[in-house]
């Protein structure tokens, strides 16, 4: 499940933050606090933060990032990324994509371009559609 653009907003600023107060972001959001709390309860049910009193705090673990917490990294930076790869690359073109989300989320935002796009990534090659065969290198 991705997270709607409050939330992903919310567990950046949780995540640059580390710690930061119900209120600091029911006021940042305009919106109650009760409101602010539901979107903190979906964090914490992925593991993305804890709640403490009167906060929520960024949940830092050791080892790689949960893809999950991948997708709501930066989330507001990967359509404009995708806006500027159709800017450059032309129709019937050949893009090669990796397998971490900003490709996947780029790849989304392209499905309308008559692209081939080489990727191991299943996600990505889903999200491109029936549009073209998926050739793989």
């Not at 979906?42 to 009193?53: K, T």
């Amino acid at each position: 499940m991705i997270l709607s653009d409050c939330q992903a907003q919310i567990a950046e600023m949780v995540r640059q933050q580390d710690f930061i107060r119900v209120e600091v972001l029911a006021t940042h959001f305009n919106v109650t606090t009760q409101t602010i709390r539901r979107d903190l309860n979906l964090l914490c049910d992925r593991g993305m933060v804890r709640r403490l009193h009167g906060g929520v705090q960024w949940m830092n673990l050791p080892g790689n990032v949960a893809y999950s917490w991948c997708q709501t990294l930066s989330s507001h930076a990967k359509p404009a990324i995708a806006w500027e790869v159709a800017r450059h690359a032309s129709d019937g073109v050949s893009l090669a994509f990796s397998i971490v989300t900003t490709p996947e989320i780029v790849s989304k935002e392209l499905m309308d371009h008559r692209w081939k796009i080489p990727t191991p990534s299943c996600s990505s090659a889903k999200e491109k559609g029936p549009h073209e065969p998926h050739r793989y290198p």
